[in-house]
């Protein structure tokens, strides 16, 4: 059965809405983005001066929003990939076919990503003014992405809930004390470590009410693209039949 866009659409609306309307999700959505943003901001700046980084005030708090927004899209993957494996063959050997069923997961999971990152931008936004709107919520919905897809390929690989979320735990906390603003310049090993650095440097000079080079926007695009592709990925090898 040939499956269009109005199709895939469609599931992928049914994707988001399962996802959404679940009370964790909810409570998620509302409780972490204040209290992330709140208390992390304090810790980034303080880690980043012991450290002798540059993520202090503004910039702090926007980098602590750009965090939320990244671990909830992770966590969310992550949960998602777990949960929808068996029922992402059957919709697959039922007709919708794997590539249809990947592409229906992916925009759920880009509506996912959409969605984390306006909570968490609503949250910067009670606690300071943006100066540079547009830049401010493009390079958190970049930290979005790519988490999204680590929690994808983490749910992929580790199919235990605990050991799965301690893992997106642990990528998180390492990319945080690892990635931009926390020391001075960024090393070769730190941008290994930190999966999101292009992202993150972007959120900085957006905080400190600057403007980005477009080499830099070149280089956060190419980390998102590479996020995405992982994810579709994932989608896809979920939704193939093992028979």
């Known amino acids: 059965m040939r499956v269009g866009v109005r199709g895939v659409a469609l599931t992928g609306w049914y994707f988001l809405r399962e996802q959404l309307r679940a009370p964790l999700t909810l409570a998620m959505l509302v ?3 204040a209290l992330f943003v709140i208390t992390a901001a304090s810790v980034l700046s303080d880690f980043s001066r012991a450290l002798g ?3 202090h005030g503004a910039a702090a708090t926007a980098l602590a929003a750009g965090w ?27 007709g ?11 925009m759920s999971a880009l509506a996912t990503a ?13 606690q300071q003014d943006v100066p540079h709107v547009a830049h401010t919520v493009l ?3 970049a930290y979005a992405c790519i988490y999204l897809a680590i929690g994808t390929a983490v749910g992929s690989i580790v199919r235990d809930t605990l050991a799965g979320s301690l893992t997106v735990v642990f990528v998180f906390l390492l990319d945080v004390f690892s990635g931009p603003g926390m020391s ?24 400190g009410g600057m403007s980005s080079s477009g080499g830099d926007w070149t280089a956060a695009g190419l980390s998102v693209a590479i996020a995405l592709t992982v994810a579709l990925s994932v989608f896809w090898a ?4 093992r028979r």
């Open 31 to 33: 409780v972490l983005p």
């Open 53 to 55: 980084g540059n993520a």
């Open 68 to 94: 939320t927004a990244a671990f909830l899209a992770g966590a969310l993957g992550f949960f998602q990939t777990v949960s929808s494996h068996e029922a992402d063959q059957r919709l697959a050997l039922a």
């Open 96 to 106: 919708l076919g794997p590539a249809a069923t990947a592409a229906a997961r992916l």
């Open 114 to 126: 959409a969605t984390v990152t306006a909570a968490a931008f609503l949250a910067l936004r009670l």
């Open 139 to 141: 390079a958190m919905l």
């Open 184 to 207: 001075k310049g960024s090393s070769g090993l730190a941008t290994v470590l930190s999966p999101s650095q292009k992202a993150g440097e972007l959120l900085l000079v957006a905080g």
């Open 238 to 241: 979920s939704a193939r039949s």
